[in-house]
């Protein structure tokens, strides 16, 4: 209560002084308090007999205690409200709270709260002065329910009787109770339900803690709070349910065992087995049970389990006797033999052969952590990161920063580009990347050769005879190499590669069917601590530095940690793959960065599609592109078809010039151009351009194009984009003009038979099955990844994958790059490019350009011409009713109409605008 009666520190007090709302307030309540008090005593002590309102009396002395005024005041509410006079003061202090008690400034008065109390207590007062006006007798000379209750009555009781005005008070009532207090009904009903069971269950539990032989045997809840006076009732059905029993029983040590065992499950099945042996052991003529239990073989592992349990809680000496007995027997009947060696590695590794005492005391019988799957597993992974190495801290930093530079780098919200000094080196340094530093131990040759020993060691578990003539370091894994025994077959171990990786402890083991040039097998295994390839430690390779291709590309390291660098004028097209977050997006970028450190706009041009809009759009603005970033997949159709009309072109000029591909043609024009004596375009013909002779040829750069998720591609544009693209890659490397295909979805409808055959690059990332693996390697593998770029890459002409750790590059990185490249020059856009208005060249065989003059007209055109411009009207199914022709044929000639100028394209509605004057009357 905020009321400032009690006492307070002084300081407090000052600080606490009421400002005038509130001294009213106060006063007010106080006031309201006083009247309270008054009417109760005034009620409490009424005598009918003083002079009131209702009563006169002229002589004697007013009995009430509150005088004449109580007296009057005591009738007047008797008079009204009968008994539930009684109510009216408490009620009347509780609304003075509700409405003159101090509110703190966040505490509004809930105007509709207030009502809903002042309608529910104005309707629980009235229906209960009905009821007790119905239902109880008069009290001196007042009605029980007052005027109030009368009144009430009486126009009820003529409408609906008795019993129905009852009821409707009641339910009345129980209207004004929910409107007055806010509790619903519903809740009471559960309360009281739940204090019914509770009750009946006390009961119960009273009268069988108070009986319990009359509930015959307790059950196992039950069993440790039942009083000890019942044991013996307990012990005798025992003992006539299993005559192992009483032995148990009658040993004091043991009872109490037995209550611990009856406290597991396990135990306790043990118990109930050891009772019946004890019973074979008892018709043997055996006197002591304890005894007679070792006996039986067939108990072993129970022991154990109960010896184990009972380690830790002091157990009886006579139980851990036994294991002894029985743990020799189990030896013999499941150790594996792993002599492989003097050095038995099972001594000191975690995962190594267990002894079979050792086994059953390591069980875990259920789980302890009270986690769920789901979490055991995000808890797992997340230590395995934690534990990988802190640069992944890094790189999940990296990541926000990059959805955060993303999506303020979206198209669609172009921001202003600082003003970027020029940087002096022609190409851009290695300081812009990250230095690579060494973020994982490397095993010793002492780990490795222990490993070596666990792999033979599990692998005779299943029954193969191999040994390890290799081992094979490497940044993420260690390949071992196996010379499998004569007659072992490889794809035995292909098949029992997840059984290894489930037996050797470790996320995914992969095996090298074939090594090229020897004749063993490889398993790949992850390392305890996987290094980061850095991007810089790759480009900065000698590999890389000697490779003179503009468009040489770093992948990663392989499995030995060299460098791996391909040139994708050899790729000559690249197809991409791998589930989500496998690491796809950062190769390509790795691939695009590679590129930006050996190529100038001059020798390698990019159309980048990006149906995503986040992955590629940093690179907008660099002047390597030839158009923006595409993220709509009509223009990436669009931009394919330009591709192939560029290689036609280019295909003509290489003809007339006699090379064979683009760096003859470069190297020929670069010699005319050092003779001085350009050679000039003898593709032009007059007209055109504005210019009066042939413009001089020029140096072409290489063209690649890369798609970033390009199932969306074939999803939008459809069928026309595979033609696009297997033509392109028929045709297009020696034109210099190269495809990247990325595609998080590697099933036949993306990557059809099509486009597989004419793409003989591979990369695949982790890919979640072995079909899928086999879509873009055509071999399996690829489920056996490690994820986080780590891919196999399958070069042109090859069919062994490589293993390659693809290097990481960070979004920051990638943004220092372009920045450096955007400082040095703009992009000069071509506008065609996703215009769609390319010439015949780029057409497919048998494609016809839509609405151009080569199409056929309908030989309905004149005639629809003639009706469209005089009737003014140019919809479809105009053309459609007047014809009498079917929607698609009239579609396509209003189609034509629109081509020819005849109409416009729809607007809002769909409606065309007839643009063609009206044919001339004669
Ligand atoms: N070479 C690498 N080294 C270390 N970590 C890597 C490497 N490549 C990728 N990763 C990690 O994997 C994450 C996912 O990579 P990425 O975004 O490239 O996957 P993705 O396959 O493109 O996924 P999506 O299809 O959803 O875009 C990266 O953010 C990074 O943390």
Not at 437 to 464: G, M, N, P, Y
Not at 585 to 590: A, L, P, T, W, Y
């Amino acid at each position: 209560m905020e009321f400032s009666l009690r006492r307070e520190p002084k300081a407090a007090r000052a600080k606490a002084r009421l400002d005038g709302v509130q001294r009213l307030k106060e006063c007010g309540f106080i006031l309201v308090l006083a009247a309270a008090v008054f009417t109760m005593v005034a009620l409490l002590s009424f005598n009918p007999a003083d002079p009131s309102w209702s009563q006169t009396a002229w002589h004697g002395d007013v009995h009430n205690a509150a005088g004449a005024m109580g007296a009057w005041l005591a009738d007047s509410l008797f008079f009204s409200f009968g008994i539930l006079a009684y109510p009216l003061p408490p009620a009347a202090i509780l609304g003075g709270w509700v409405f003159l008690r101090r509110r703190s400034d966040d505490e509004p008065i809930n105007y509709t709260i207030i009502g809903a109390r002042i309608l529910g207590l104005f309707i629980l007062f009235l229906t209960s002065c009905s009821l007790a006006d119905l239902n109880f007798d008069d009290f001196w000379h007042f009605s029980s329910g007052g005027v109030m209750g009368d009144v009430t009555n009486s126009l009820a009781l003529p409408l609906f009787n008795v019993l129905g005005t009852t009821l409707v008070m009641l339910f009345g009532w129980a209207a004004g109770f929910t409107l007055f207090t806010g509790i619903s009904w519903l809740t009471i009903v559960d309360n009281l339900g739940a204090m019914t069971l509770k009750g009946v269950t006390w009961a119960v539990n009273r009268i069988r803690g108070d009986a319990p032989t009359e509930l015959g045997v307790p059950d196992t809840d039950t069993q440790s709070t039942a009083a000890n006076a019942s044991e013996p009732m307990e012990l005798s059905d025992l003992r006539r349910l299993t005559p192992s029993a009483p032995e148990k029983a009658e040993n004091s040590a043991n009872d109490e065992q037995a209550q611990n065992k009856a406290a597991s499950p396990i135990i306790f099945g043990g118990q109930a087995r050891s009772a019946t042996d004890s019973d074979v052991a008892d018709d043997q003529g055996a006197t002591d049970s304890d005894d007679a239990q070792p006996e039986e073989p067939s108990l072993g592992q129970w022991h154990l389990a109960i010896e184990h349990e009972e380690e830790h809680e002091e157990a009886a000496p006579v139980l851990s006797s036994r294991v002894e007995v029985d743990t020799p027997h189990l030896d013999t009947g499941t150790a594996p033999s792993i002599e492989t060696g003097e050095e038995t590695p099972s001594d000191d590794l975690h995962s190594a052969p267990i002894a079979p005492s050792q086994h059953h005391a390591d069980t875990t019988y259920g789980n302890q952590d009270g986690l769920s799957e789901l979490e055991r597993a995000e808890q797992a992974s997340s230590g395995a990161d934690e534990d990988d190495d802190p640069f992944q801290e890094t790189i999940r930093q990296a990541q926000k920063n990059q959805q955060q530079a993303a999506g303020l780098d979206h198209p669609f919200l172009v921001k202003d580009e600082p003003d970027l000094p020029t940087p002096k080196e022609p190409f851009p340094t290695l300081d812009l990347l990250d230095p690579a530093r060494h973020t994982a131990e490397q095993a010793t040759r002492e780990e490795l050769e222990k490993i070596a020993r666990l792999v033979e060691a599990r692998l005779e578990d299943f029954k193969v005879q191999a040994r390890v003539v290799g081992v094979y370091p490497g940044p993420v894994i260690t390949r071992f190499e196996l010379d499998l025994a004569p007659g072992v077959k490889v794809s035995r171990i292909s098949g029992l590669s997840k059984d290894l990786a489930r037996a050797l402890s470790t996320t995914a083991v992969r095996v090298v069917e074939v090594i090229p040039g020897k004749p063993y097998i490889g398993l790949e295994l992850p390392n305890e601590h996987r290094e980061t390839v850095f991007m810089s430690e790759v480009i900065g390779s000698e590999r890389f530095k000697n490779s003179h291709s503009p468009i040489s590309v770093v992948l990663g390291n392989d499995i030995a940690g060299e460098a791996i660098i391909t040139d994708l004028g050899k790729a000559p097209h690249m197809l991409v793959a791998g589930t989500t977050g496998s690491g796809k997006s950062v190769g390509v970028n790795v691939m695009l960065v590679s590129m930006l450190y050996k190529a100038s706009p001059e020798d390698v041009r990019f159309i980048m599609i990006d149906p995503k809009m986040l992955e590629l759009s940093v690179y907008e603005g660099i002047p390597h592109l030839l158009t923006e970033v595409v993220t709509d997949m009509k223009d990436a159709g669009n931009a394919l078809r330009w591709c192939v009309g560029e290689m036609e072109r280019r295909y003509k000029l290489m003809s007339a010039l006699g090379v064979r591909n683009l760096k003859g043609f470069n190297e020929k024009v670069k010699a005319a151009e050092a003779a001085n004596n350009p050679i000039p375009d003898p593709l032009w013909k007059p007209g055109d351009s504005m210019d009066e002779s042939a413009p001089k040829l020029e140096k072409l750069p290489y063209i690649v194009v890369v798609v970033d998720e390009f199932s969306d591609l074939m999803m939008v544009v459809g069928k026309k984009v595979e033609e696009l693209i297997a033509r392109l890659a028929q045709k297009a490397r020696a034109a210099g003009i190269h495809l990247v295909l990325a595609t998080q979805r590697p099933s036949v409808d993306v990557i059809t038979g099509l486009i597989k055959a004419n793409i003989p690059t591979r990369m695949a990332f982790t890919v979640s099955t072995k079909t899928d693996s086999r879509t873009i390697l055509d071999q399996g593998g690829a489920e056996s990844l490690l994820g986080m770029g780590d891919m196999l890459f399958m070069p042109n002409g090859s069919n062994h994958p490589i293993r390659v750790h693809g290097a990481f590059v960070s979004d920051e990185e990638v943004h220092r790059v372009v920045n450096n490249w955007k400082a040095r020059g703009k992009p000069q856009y071509l506008d065609e490019i996703t215009k769609g208005e390319q010439g015949s060249d780029s057409l497919l065989p048998g494609e016809a350009p839509s609405g151009g003059e080569g199409e056929e007209l309908d030989q309905l055109f004149d005639q629809v011409v003639e009706f469209v411009t005089e009737s003014r009207r140019g919809s479809v199914s105009g053309v459609q009713r007047r014809f009498k022709i079917g929607y698609n044929r009239a579609a396509r000639i209003v189609e034509q109409l629109e081509a020819h100028g005849v109409v416009s394209s729809p607007g809002h509605n769909g409606n065309r605008e007839v643009i063609a004057p009206p044919p001339p009357k004669d």
